[in-house]
C-alpha cells in the first residue's frame, strides 16, 4: 500500500519564477492539506483540499493556490516566487476532513534564489 | 490569537525516560496530536489525545489536561532512533474540518 508521494523532491526556482508542486495521497484518502515548513519551524498549515473544492485556508496570500483532481491527488502552485517561499513543503492526507490522524509525504524541498 | 509552547530541545541517555511538554492557548479546541520527525523525513503521527488523561501505544504515551491547556509526550527506553524532532499540534474545528496548528517542535537527541 503506497504512502503519500510528492513530486519532485527538490526544486530550485528564481524570484518571480512560479512553481507547481503535487501529491498523491494513501490509497483510500480523499482529503489532502498543504503545509509548509521553515527550517527549524512545524509545518504551517497552507489549504485543504475535499471534493475537489479549498475547503479551509491557512495565512498564506492568493500567491498560492491549488487544485485537486477526481483521483484525489492535489497540486500546490504558488506564483511570483520570493526568496521567503524557500521551504518544505509538505502534502499530507486523511480520510475525511474531521480525521485527526494525518500522513504526510516526504515533501518538495524548495529553494528560491 | 492561538500559541503553542513546547521546548526546543531536550536530551537524555539510551534506556532512560524523557518527557516533552507542551501547553497552548487556543479556541475551537478538538484534541492535542504528537508527531515525529527524523532530519529530512516525513512528520510520522504518533498520537492523539481528544479527552483528559493517558493514552499508551507501545514505548510513547500521551497525556492531555484540557483544564490545564496542557499536554506531554513519554518516550520510554529510549533508542538511538528516537533521536528526532517531536511536534504537538493542537487540533483545531474549522468548520467541521480538522485542521492540526503545530508548535515549532522539540530536538530530542538521544546519547549512548
Known amino acids: 500500500d503506497a504512502g503519500v508521494t510528492q513530486s519532485p523532491t527538490h526544486l530550485i526556482k528564481t524570484r518571480g519564477q512560479q512553481v507547481t508542486l503535487r501529491c498523491s495521497p494513501k490509497?483510500?484518502?480523499?482529503?489532502v492539506s498543504w503545509y509548509q515548513q521553515a527550517l527549524g519551524q512545524g509545518p504551517q498549515f497552507i489549504f485543504q483540499?475535499?471534493?475537489?473544492?479549498?475547503?479551509q485556508r491557512g495565512n498564506f496570500p492568493d500567491r498560492f493556490s491549488g487544485h485537486q483532481f477526481p483521483n484525489y491527488s492535489s497540486e500546490l502552485n504558488v506564483n511570483a516566487l520570493l526568496l521567503g517561499d524557500s521551504a518544505l513543503y509538505l502534502c499530507?492526507?486523511?480520510?475525511?476532513?474531521?480525521?485527526?490522524?494525518?500522513?504526510f509525504g516526504p515533501g518538495t524541498r524548495l529553494t528560491v534564489l | 490569537g492561538q500559541s503553542l509552547e513546547q521546548p526546543s530541545e531536550v536530551t537524555a541517555v539510551e534506556g532512560a525516560i524523557v518527557q516533552i511538554n507542551c501547553t497552548y492557548q487556543?479556541?475551537?479546541?478538538?484534541?492535542l496530536s504528537w508527531y515525529q520527525q527524523h532530519d529530512g523525513g516525513a512528520p510520522t503521527f504518533l498520537s492523539y489525545?481528544?479527552?483528559?488523561g493517558l493514552e499508551e501505544t507501545g514505548r510513547f504515551s500521551s497525556f492531555l489536561s484540557r483544564s490545564d491547556s496542557y499536554g506531554y509526550l513519554l518516550l520510554q527506553e529510549l533508542q538511538m532512533k528516537d533521536s528526532a524532532s517531536y511536534f504537538c499540534?493542537?487540533?483545531?474545528?474549522?468548520?467541521?474540518?480538522?485542521?492540526?496548528?503545530f508548535g515549532r517542535g522539540t530536538s530530542l537527541i538521544v546519547h549512548p
Open positions: 499530507a492526507s486523511s480520510l475525511e476532513v474531521r480525521n485527526n490522524e494525518q500522513f
Open positions: 490509497s483510500g484518502h480523499d482529503t
Open positions: 483540499y475535499y471534493e475537489e473544492e479549498e475547503r
Open positions: 487556543t479556541s475551537g479546541f478538538y484534541g
Open positions: 489525545n481528544a479527552l483528559d
Open positions: 499540534a493542537v487540533g483545531l474545528d474549522w468548520g467541521g474540518s480538522y485542521i492540526p496548528t
